[in-house]
C-alpha cells in the first residue's frame, strides 16, 4: 500500500495533466491519458477528462464486461480504440476525493503485477470496483465511522498477534482473517474459528450481531479486546495506520499474502488516509472465551424458526468459568 506521505505516481500524472489542461485544454467529451509504466505487463494509464475528473484506464484486446454502478462518487465506461482493442475507464466524478482514488488505483496497479493475464486483470479491475463502490455507500469521504474503526483495530490486534506467534505461517494467518468478507467469523482455520469484539474500559457488554456469529462447526472462541483512547507517543499507541504499517511489515516478505492482506482491508472499508493518525488507541486488556456447550448465546438451531435475525448483548463478566488462553492455530 502505498504510504500516505509519498505522492504516487498516478497522482502525479493526474498534476502534471491538470498543468497541461491549463495550456492547452482537454476537448469537450474527451479525455487525456499518459501510461502509467512503459515496462509494466499491462497497458495502464491515468488521465483526465474534459472536466478534469481523475481517470484510470486499462487497454485490453477484448470487449470488456459492461457493469452497472450505482455511486455517486465514480463511475466506469468503455470505449473502442481506433486499432479495435478497448479501454476500460474508471472516472472520479467527485471533486475532493483525488487523494484516496489515487492510493485506491495506485494499489489496483500494484495488484495487478501478480496477475497473470487479461482475463484475470478485468476480473481484478471489476472486482475492485464493487469493492469501492461499497466503501463509498452512505459515506461522502470514505472514512470508516468511529465504531468501525474501533472493530478494525481489534481484529488487527489479533492478527498481529496471531503473525508474531506463528511466524512460519503467514499464508494460513492472512487467509484465515474471513471478516471482511463475509464469514460468521472473523477468523476461520480448517479446525477453528475465532470472533473478535471491542469493548471501551469500563464497558460490561459486546454485542453479538447475527444468530450465525457465535454458531460454528469447529470450535470456536470468542476474544474480547478492550481498547482504550490515548495520545500519539505514548507507551503502546496505535493508530488504524500503524498497526496496518506493522502488519505490512510482518507480510512483506510473501507478495501474495500482503497482496491478499490488502485486498481485506479494502473489504473492510480501510483506504490509507492521514484522517487515521489522528485517533490513538491502546490495548488494555485481552479475553478469550470457549463457546463451548454451555455458553449463553443465540444460534439458529435455539429459536423458533421464524426468527430468522437477533442482536444481542453478552455480559463479559459472567462468562468466567470459559475463559481460555488467547488462540494459536
Same mark, same amino acid.
Given at each position: 500500500?502505498?504510504?500516505?506521505?509519498?505522492?504516487?505516481?498516478?497522482?502525479?500524472?493526474?498534476?502534471?495533466?491538470?498543468?497541461?489542461?491549463? *495550456?492547452?485544454?482537454?476537448?469537450?467529451?474527451?479525455?487525456?491519458?499518459? #501510461?502509467?509504466?512503459?515496462?509494466?505487463?499491462?497497458?495502464?494509464? @491515468?488521465?483526465?477528462?474534459?472536466?478534469? $475528473?481523475?481517470?484510470?484506464?486499462?487497454?485490453?484486446?477484448? #470487449?470488456?464486461?459492461?457493469?452497472?454502478?450505482? +455511486?455517486?462518487?465514480?463511475?466506469?465506461?468503455? #470505449?473502442?480504440?481506433?486499432?479495435?482493442?478497448?479501454?476500460?475507464?474508471?472516472?472520479?466524478?467527485?471533486?475532493?476525493? %483525488?487523494?484516496?482514488?489515487?492510493?485506491?488505483?495506485?494499489?489496483?496497479?500494484?495488484?495487478?503485477?501478480?496477475?497473470?493475464?487479461?482475463?484475470?486483470?478485468? @476480473? =481484478?479491475?471489476?472486482?475492485?470496483?464493487?469493492?469501492?463502490?461499497?466503501?463509498? $455507500?452512505? +459515506?461522502?469521504?470514505?472514512?470508516?465511522?468511529? $465504531?468501525? &474503526?474501533?472493530?478494525?483495530?481489534?481484529?488487527?490486534?489479533?492478527?498481529?498477534?496471531?503473525?508474531?506467534?506463528?511466524?512460519?505461517?503467514?499464508?494460513?494467518?492472512?487467509?484465515?482473517?474471513?471478516?471482511?468478507?463475509?464469514?460468521?467469523?472473523?477468523?476461520?482455520?480448517?479446525?477453528? +474459528?475465532? %470472533?473478535?469484539?471491542?469493548?471501551?474500559?469500563?464497558?460490561?457488554?459486546?454485542?453479538?450481531?447475527? =444468530? #450465525?456469529?457465535?454458531?460454528? %462447526?469447529?470450535?470456536?472462541? =470468542?476474544? !474480547? &479486546?478492550? &481498547?482504550?483512547?490515548?495520545?500519539?507517543?505514548? =507507551?503502546?499507541?496505535?493508530?488504524?495506520?500503524?498497526? *496496518?504499517?506493522?502488519?505490512?511489515? $510482518?507480510?512483506?516478505? %510473501?507478495?501474495?499474502?500482503?497482496?491478499?492482506?490488502?485486498?481485506?482491508?479494502?473489504?473492510?472499508?480501510? !483506504?490509507?488516509?492521514?484522517?487515521?493518525?489522528?485517533?490513538?488507541?491502546?490495548?488494555?486488556?485481552?479475553?478469550?472465551?470457549? !463457546? +463451548?456447550?454451555?455458553?449463553?448465546?443465540?444460534?439458529?438451531?435455539?429459536?423458533?424458526? @421464524?426468527?430468522?435475525?437477533?442482536?444481542?448483548?453478552?455480559? *463479559?463478566?459472567?462468562?468466567?468459568?470459559?475463559? *481460555?488462553?488467547?488462540?494459536?492455530?
Amino acid at each position: 500500500m502505498t504510504k500516505r506521505t509519498m505522492t504516487t505516481r498516478i497522482e502525479a500524472i493526474w498534476e502534471a495533466e491538470a498543468l497541461q489542461a491549463q *495550456v492547452s485544454p482537454i476537448e469537450s467529451g474527451g479525455f487525456r491519458l499518459t #501510461r502509467l509504466d512503459e515496462v509494466h505487463a499491462y497497458d495502464i494509464y @491515468a488521465g483526465l477528462d474534459d472536466g478534469l $475528473h481523475a481517470i484510470l484506464g486499462l487497454g485490453v484486446s477484448k #470487449r470488456p464486461p459492461a457493469v452497472l454502478l450505482k +455511486s455517486g462518487a465514480f463511475d466506469y465506461f468503455r #470505449r473502442q480504440r481506433v486499432d479495435k482493442t478497448w479501454l476500460l475507464v474508471l472516472r472520479l466524478k467527485r471533486h475532493g476525493l %483525488e487523494l484516496v482514488f489515487g492510493r485506491l488505483c495506485q494499489d489496483l496497479a500494484d495488484s495487478a503485477l501478480l496477475v497473470q493475464d487479461e482475463d484475470a486483470i478485468v @476480473a =481484478l479491475f471489476v472486482e475492485r470496483l464493487r469493492l469501492w463502490e461499497r466503501l463509498f $455507500h452512505g +459515506s461522502d469521504d470514505g472514512l470508516l465511522p468511529s $465504531h468501525k &474503526i474501533r472493530g478494525l483495530v481489534g481484529e488487527l490486534f489479533v492478527l498481529e498477534r496471531l503473525l508474531m506467534a506463528h511466524p512460519l505461517f503467514i499464508k494460513e494467518v492472512i487467509q484465515a482473517w474471513v471478516g471482511p468478507i463475509g464469514a460468521d467469523q472473523d477468523f476461520l482455520f480448517s479446525d477453528k +474459528s475465532v %470472533e473478535v469484539k471491542t469493548k471501551k474500559p469500563g464497558a460490561r457488554s459486546v454485542t453479538i450481531s447475527s =444468530l #450465525r456469529q457465535l454458531a460454528s %462447526e469447529v470450535p470456536l472462541t =470468542l476474544t !474480547v &479486546i478492550t &481498547i482504550g483512547t490515548t495520545v500519539a507517543g505514548s =507507551l503502546d499507541a496505535v493508530c488504524l495506520n500503524s498497526l *496496518v504499517d506493522r502488519i505490512e511489515a $510482518h507480510v512483506t516478505s %510473501e507478495p501474495i499474502c500482503l497482496a491478499t492482506f490488502r485486498e481485506r482491508l479494502l473489504a473492510a472499508g480501510y !483506504v490509507d488516509q492521514q484522517r487515521y493518525e489522528e485517533d490513538w488507541f491502546t490495548m488494555v486488556r485481552d479475553e478469550s472465551f470457549a !463457546v +463451548s456447550a454451555g455458553f449463553p448465546k443465540l444460534v439458529p438451531s435455539d429459536v423458533a424458526p @421464524a426468527i430468522i435475525g437477533a442482536t444481542y448483548e453478552l455480559d *463479559v463478566s459472567k462468562l468466567s468459568e470459559y475463559l *481460555v488462553n488467547f488462540p494459536s492455530i
